[in-house]
């Protein structure tokens, strides 16, 4: 192996720890302490998992955790009724619903119910709209840990060449702006990418974000090169047992590549930093109050 691990796990910690050292300034200051309101409809056993993890993480930083969730069969009328709430909930900086949603409601009207100087996931179409436009948005969390991993391992990234794996609007779309933010050039890449592997080899920086198991190989990957794997699969690991994996084979990459984020403990671990970091950074917007450095881009 030649590449470099970046320890997104270490990463995430060192975020956590800021982020707390953020809220209890907050609090000693200002008598202010952040909150995070999560909604999760349906009783999908992984969001449940999820959701429980953000609200202890979301504790042990300081902020104030409120959960919602409501049965699988809760209709649109009160789910936005119970956003409209937390909008105006002083206590409540950042809302976060979790997705997917119960295929009855309208994942789209919810999301754009959210107040979007609340919407910590940066999904809010105002959101999207300001990233996409270089102003200061609320960044989705994923490719804001990925975007903080690659500035905390090459300083400034500007002139090399970026190419993201995966066009959805929660990874893919948002990574490629952030990138082009930071002076790259990218190439984003998708299903109809013609070539992939060639168009791979070009990058400096590659960003997985597919959802197929070890689908992207170390011959893909230019000698030196970057590589983030956003993917999380689970596949068979034999006698009756699963592993994760990443969109990248990792074993033949890590031959290849100058640094590697491994799965796990690569961008999952910095998702929930980021969430968190957001909730600051929202909560600091709220109030008036200038933003902590380093939480955000
Ligand atoms: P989506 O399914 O929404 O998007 C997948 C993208 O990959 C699509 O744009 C699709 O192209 C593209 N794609 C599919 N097959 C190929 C292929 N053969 N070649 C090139 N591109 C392909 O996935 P998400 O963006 O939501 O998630 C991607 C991965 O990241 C998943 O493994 C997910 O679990 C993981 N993830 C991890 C997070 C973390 O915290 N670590 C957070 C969020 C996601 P097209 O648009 O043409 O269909």
Not at 288 to 296: R, S, W
Request: net charge negative; glycine share 10%.
């Amino acid at each position: 192996m030649t590449a470099s691990i970046i320890d997104g796990k270490a990463f995430a910690a060192a975020l956590r720890g800021q982020v707390a050292g953020h809220v209890a300034a907050l609090t000693a200051a200002h008598g202010i302490v952040p909150g995070l309101a999560v909604v999760l409809v349906g009783d999908d056993p992984a969001s449940h998992v999820y959701v429980r993890s953000k609200g202890k993480m979301t504790v042990e930083v300081g902020m104030r955790s409120f959960e919602h969730r409501l049965p699988v069969d809760t209709d649109e009328a009160t789910l936005l009724a119970l956003i409209h709430q937390l909008n105006n909930d002083a206590q409540v900086h950042g809302i976060l619903v979790q997705l997917p949603l119960p295929d009855h409601l309208n994942a789209d009207l919810v999301i754009n119910a959210i107040d979007p100087a609340k919407d910590v996931d940066g999904f809010h179409i105002s959101n999207v709209g300001l990233l996409a436009t270089g102003q200061k948005a609320m960044v989705p969390c994923t490719p804001l840990g990925c975007l903080l991993m690659l500035r905390a391992h090459h300083g400034s990234l500007a002139g090399m060449e970026a190419v993201v794996i995966g066009r959805s609007n929660i990874v893919g779309k948002p990574m490629a702006q952030l990138l082009l933010g930071d002076s790259c050039t990218v190439t984003l890449a998708h299903s109809r990418t013609r070539n992939l592997a060639e168009v791979v080899r070009r990058a400096d920086i590659v960003v997985a974000a597919v959802g197929r198991a070890q689908m992207v190989p170390g011959d893909w990957i230019k000698p030196g090169a970057t590589v983030i794997d956003v993917g999380i699969n689970r596949v068979d690991a034999g006698e009756g047992k699963t592993r994760l994996v990443g969109d990248v084979d990792f074993d033949s990459a890590s031959g290849v590549a100058g640094a590697i984020t491994p799965v796990p403990g690569g961008v999952g671990p910095m998702t929930i930093a980021c969430l968190l970091a957001n909730t600051v950074t929202a909560c600091c917007r709220a109030n008036a109050l200038p933003e902590p450095e380093g939480l955000t881009v």
